[in-house]
């Protein structure tokens, strides 16, 4: 899925699938830091979404002001 259609809530829940996977601790060392990769990689876009949120909110209250 490329960025520029991913939402933050397919994201998280991406994370989530990820998670499990790796706490199940079923899957090779190999498959595991692929998954950690892309957690990672999740995790960055959804910390990005959240910046860009507050920004907007930050703008939208102080023109309220």
Known sequence: MS???MTYE???KRIEEIISL???NEIS????????EEGSR??????????K???K??????NND
């Open 42 to 51: 999740l995790t960055a876009f959804c910390n990005e979404e959240l910046k």
């Open 53 to 55: 949120a507050e920004q």
């Open 22 to 24: 790796l706490e199940k």
């Open 29 to 36: 060392l190999d498959e595991s830091m692929k998954l950690f």
């Open 10 to 12: 397919t994201a998280i």
């Open 57 to 62: 909110i930050t703008e939208l209250t102080d």
């Open 3 to 5: 960025n520029n259609k």
